[in-house]
């Protein structure tokens, strides 16, 4: 299969050692590269290849009225499993995000952390209150909020304890998606909640809410004021639609950059407080244990981290040659300001192409050109937010937090590749 | 219900007749606002009102490994029928742009026209060829396509035939999904088109390309150079994941602000050609009846168009007070740069508010606060893009283009509101 460059690669355009080429191959125009491709994997051929196959032969059926993947998608699902034995309606399905691109997570794959199951909520039933320090406790249903301003903008959502794996003590051999699927991103749409604040009228003392979801468990979370009157939203829409039941139909609370489990789904209570109310799931759960028996609680903010989504330990190489490096990375601070990648270990960095627009608050995709000679590699990626904060190595991290931080794991990932083209999850 | 106003509304705060508020309101922060609200529509109450409802009195099931809607949801789908009774294979499903809201379409509502039907394609069998005056005939299957630089852009497409009831002599009486719902926005996601072309070695005297399907109908146009080397893409990727076999699975040509269906689905064969082939597609179909007989081909690019999708005719206002009036605008040329709104038939005009960022070739939602007397009104939207070029009236589009055109219908739409609240589709 293995053709010949069409136009040997010249010094000049690599970037990095082991083979990274310069991310502005894709900016100068598509002909250098495309006369650089000869992957040796488009077929040249003499003759008309195409052959009729039966779905031309006879028409299809009528388009359904809400669709579907092809059923040879069937294995581009979330997965996942409950976190304990006892309790099967706690824990998590994850996105696949190796078999995504781009920047926006459809509906159907955002990942879900669940500690009851998914409740079935009657829309009409259900009722949001905004009430305690207030001078008027108001409470409403999702026609009423219909009714109020909406917002839509494109963010985030990763849970607290994504890559929670990564602070083992040998590298976990699971795939990405195991890894670091506890992040997805969409368009969620609804009513700024400091609207409704200024309604219902907040008492100045009132510097906190706690905010109580419609699910079995009432998951329970401390807010700050500051937070709730910045960006925060009642979200009644993702991706233009209603809400899915798993991610808090029929309207959840969303925070820009915060962990996952504050942004609390099915949101019924809004109640004003002065001080944090130290639920169960700030106490026994959503802390974070640090080196020396110290705890800290309310790590809201979710730090700037990237990952290397293709490759990846679930997509083999196929043999030496032109490879495109992507992935993802974010910032709870802000946007990626740059993403750097290594092939040789975090030995030499060259800077990724970056998906336009950049957006505050939102998973952006970065691309790099990649000549793989067939020799082993090792695959860093490395962001940096406008906030000049650099995403650390795991040495930096484990001995700034510790091993028994679980939460939060925002270290950079190693992949190694071999001369087979597998790919493997190391500590580098 | 009818609560007074909290803040009167100071006559400043107006910028059009019949109630249309300034745009900057919501931009100046929230607090005058939501001091405004008072819509009547949240409950000011005394006691707890909360339940405990059935959904919190167990767990819920884990998450399914591929999620869908609420069934609460069940009637937010794509509507359509058959063109013909004798080809129940052709014909549309239309986005319910009423119920949506921001500017992604979700996957299972993305709207879809098909000829002969939903194809059923193997992806390991499917091939695309490049040949004709080339160098070198390529053929590609979707494996080896995946080794080449994946770019994702966020566009709209839109049907050509999208709102041709707009032609009719007498207001159509229909909703604005069945009179505008074939327009859709996603992050479509696939390989730079001039990548492929330039590795197959296109013949300088090659300025068009015939593009063909892999659908019963082999759907066929022909497609200016100059465009496929602009920003064509063979699209592997919908909103992250897999196209859905209704758009294209598992590949199709992506045309960036250029009619629906010339983004050949299921593309099997791109044929270098020296001129346009005339393809039934492009003499039967997809041509426009001028007046005087006269018939133009290749009207390729979408002009700009905006619709306001709340309120519309399928949804009924619930009584005075504040509302936001919210839509959708685009245009084939760029990106929006203005949408003014009228609620006296085109009288007086208020400019709307954009949501941010404005991507060129995308939908953009535009949104409005609104305080409603109760009385008759006359809803307009008006798009400016960013050549200068402003949607016609329905009477100017008409003069130019006569009433047999059909296609690319994309005048102002106008909205009656009765006092009863109502929402019908007039001409005016």
């Known amino acids: 299969m293995a053709k010949k460059l069409l136009h040997p690669i010249d010094s000049a355009e690599y970037s990095a050692e082991n083979g990274l080429l310069d991310r502005r191959l894709f900016l100068r125009g598509s002909a250098l590269l495309g006369s650089m491709m000869g992957y040796g994997v488009a077929q040249e051929v003499a003759a008309e290849p195409l052959v009729v196959q039966p779905w031309m032969q006879h028409p299809g059926p009528f388009p359904r009225p809400y669709d579907a993947p092809s059923r040879f998608e069937s294995e581009v699902i979330r997965r996942g499993e409950p976190s304990s034995n006892k309790i099967p309606e706690l824990g998590t399905v994850r996105t696949p995000i190796h078999q995504l691109t781009g920047t926006m997570t459809p509906n159907g794959l955002h990942y879900v952390r669940v500690h009851t199951g998914v409740p079935d909520i009657d829309p009409a039933q259900h009722r949001l209150l905004i009430h305690g320090m207030v001078k008027r406790p108001l409470v409403f249903d999702v026609e009423s909020l219909s009714r109020y301003p909406i917002e839509s903008r494109i ?8 890559s929670e794996l990564i602070y083992d003590e040998h590298p976990a051999q699971v795939g990405v998606q195991r890894l670091h699927g506890q992040v997805s991103c969409a368009e969620w749409g609804g009513v700024p909640l400091s609207i409704l604040m200024d309604e219902a009228g907040v008492d100045p003392r009132g510097k906190w809410i706690i905010a109580e979801g419609a699910d079995a468990c009432g998951l329970t979370r401390s807010i700050p004021m500051e937070k709730i009157m910045k960006d925060a939203m009642i979200a009644l829409y993702q991706n233009g639609e ?9 309207m959840r609370l969303f925070l820009p950059g915060y962990e996952g489990n504050m942004n609390i789904k099915h949101v019924r209570r809004i109640k004003v407080i002065d001080s944090p109310h130290q ?3 700030e106490t026994m759960r959503y802390s974070m244990m640090r080196t020396g028996g110290i705890s800290t609680q309310f790590n809201c903010v979710m730090e700037a981290k990237s990952v290397i989504t293709q490759p990846a330990p679930e997509l083999k190489m196929k043999g030496p040659g032109l490879y495109q490096i992507s992935g993802l990375a974010w910032s709870g601070y802000g946007h990626v300001r740059r993403v750097d990648i290594s ?3 975090g030995k030499t960095w060259a800077q990724a192409d970056l998906q ?7 998973l952006t995709r970065f691309r790099l050109p990649w000549h793989w000679d067939g020799r082993p590699a090792l695959l860093q990626s490395r962001v940096t937010d406008n906030t000049g904060y650099v995403q ?6 484990i001995a700034r937090r510790g091993i028994w931080a679980n939460y939060h794991g925002n270290c950079i990932t190693t992949w190694a590749i071999d001369a087979n083209g597998e790919v493997k999850h190391v500590y580098a």
Do not use: I, K, W
């Open 279 to 281: 639920s169960r799931d």
């Open 242 to 250: 209603r809400l899915r039941p798993s991610n808090g139909y029929p």
């Open 392 to 397: 650390p190595t795991r040495a930096d991290m």
């Open 155 to 162: 963010h985030f959502l990763e849970c607290g304890g994504n």
């Open 356 to 362: 336009q627009p950049v957006r505050d608050l939102a």
């Open 343 to 345: 092939a040789d270990g």
